[in-house]
């Protein structure tokens, strides 16, 4: 985890790592230029979830932002499980870097749909969503990105129910 100085300026965002009674995860398809995709690569596939607006509380953000982009409507406050920060000069908007808040959403497996229109969604670089299985994401051989790279290894702690008290870190 990148330590920020005092003038570093990173967008704040919140992200659900939404686990199905399967154990499959839902994820967003992102299309460059989103900053979570590197330059060189064409996607990366990250939890849904979105930018902490000024004055919005983190929870505030999560539920609107599942809202929109997948249609689920989150009551109860989600667990806390990760915490992710990356410097990324110049590669997002007037900030230096990013900080990712991962909150836990167990659910019923369900086909997204979110209160925004595909204009919408493809404004936000989303070009797809899609449930993944703990095995096709550690086996994965292809060309596309995870968000984090290692996803795998923290997804998989989750999902035998280990959950943790603190927010684990993160890195890209």
């Known amino acids: 985890m990148d330590e920020p100085n005092a003038t570093t300026r ?6 659900a790592v939404i686990l199905a009674d ?3 995860v839902l994820l967003c398809r992102f299309g460059s230029p989103h900053p979570a995709v590197p330059p060189g690569a064409t996607v990366v596939w990250a939890a849904p979830g979105g930018g902490v607006e000024p ?5 505030e953000a999560l539920r ?11 009551n109860a406050d989600p667990v806390h499980v990760w915490h992710q ?5 110049g590669q997002v ?6 900080v990712n808040d991962y909150f836990l959403v167990r659910t019923e497996r369900f086909e997204p749909r979110g209160a925004l229109p595909d204009d919408d969604l493809a404004a936000e670089h989303i070009t797809g ?19 984090p790279r290692d996803l795998a290894t ?19």
């Open 93 to 98: 908007d007037g900030y230096d870097g990013l």
């Open 129 to 147: 969503m899609r449930w993944w299985r703990h095995a096709d994401i550690a086996d994965y051989d292809g060309t596309d990105l995870f968000s």
């Open 22 to 24: 399967d154990d499959s």
């Open 55 to 59: 004055g919005e509380l983190p929870l």
């Open 10 to 15: 990173r967008r704040h965002a919140v992200r």
């Open 64 to 74: 609107r932002e599942l809202h929109e982009e997948t249609g689920l409507r989150v």
């Open 85 to 89: 920060e990356v410097a990324l000069p």
């Open 154 to 172: 923290p997804l998989a702690a989750l999902i035998a129910g280990d959950v943790p008290t603190t927010p684990v870190a993160l890195g890209l």
